[in-house]
Nanobody, 114 residues
């Protein structure tokens, strides 16, 4: 079983930045299999950013050019650098595996507001 702990969220003003972390432990094959999701208020949880099989990255259209996913294999951790944040980015951010999903962590709350 895989366990994750998401952190780094908080309150930030529009146009600000945050860096989220997702530390994984347990039976994880590679952090390359992890991705970032978010649940916006009143909506379903959606995929935001992921690593592709070809070594690239995927981003939802709403975050392209503003968010960047990265990883530290040695630390079993992935990150989400979020720049130019907008109020519509407000929500709870989670990490999980699109191909081998496991129980969701607590997530980390991101609030973008002036």
């Amino acid at each position: 079983q895989v366990q994750v702990v998401e952190s780094g969220g908080g309150l930030v003003q529009p146009a600000g930045s945050l860096r989220l972390s997702c530390a994984a432990s347990g039976n994880i094959i590679s952090v390359n299999t992890l991705a970032w999701y978010r649940r916006l208020p009143g909506k379903e949880r959606d995929l935001v950013a992921a690593f592709t099989k070809t070594g690239g990255t995927y981003y939802a259209d709403s975050v392209k050019g503003r968010f960047a996913i990265s990883r530290d294999n040695a630390k079993n951790t992935i990150y989400l650098q979020m720049n130019s944040l907008k109020p519509e980015d407000t929500g709870v951010y989670y990490c999980n595996s699109p191909k081998r999903p496991f129980s969701w962590g607590q997530g980390t709350q991101v609030t973008v507001s002036s």
